[in-house]
């Protein structure tokens, strides 16, 4: 009963940014965990970001200094600020949301496309 609904994607420039939205709706848990992970061709969904309800944020190595993972939480949203883009980070990008409780079945969103040309 919780759906998620990712936006923002497209195509940009190597250099270029940006900002991805996901907004969650349903019964949605007060304290949770929402995150973003990406799948490349060919490769596995990693993690991209997370942050918790309280604010508590983690990142991946490959997107410090350049992404910015953000929340709006009486709007139930997640938001992902990407600058400084690379041809590397083209992915499906994928928006999720866990109750903040150890080995919780997260809930994902569909995705959205990110290209980033050379």
């Known amino acids: 009963q919780v759906q998620l609904v990712e936006s923002g994607g497209g195509l940009v420039q190597a250099g270029g940014s940006l900002r991805l939205s996901c907004a969650a709706s349903?019964?949605?848990?007060?304290?949770?965990?929402m995150g973003w992970y990406r799948q490349a061709p060919g490769k596995q969904r990693e993690l991209v970001a997370t942050?918790?309800?309280?604010?508590?944020?983690t990142y991946a190595d490959s997107v410090k200094g350049r992404f910015t993972i953000s929340r709006d939480n009486a709007k139930n949203t997640v938001y992902l600020q990407m600058n400084s883009l690379k041809p590397e980070d083209t992915a499906v990008y994928y928006c999720?949301?866990?109750?903040?409780?150890?080995?919780?079945?997260?809930?994902w969103g569909q995705g959205t496309q990110v290209t980033v040309s050379s």
């Open positions: 999720n949301i866990r109750r903040a409780i150890s080995n919780t079945t997260p809930y």
């Open positions: 349903g019964r949605i848990s007060s304290i949770n965990v």
């Open positions: 942050i918790t309800s309280g604010g508590t944020i």
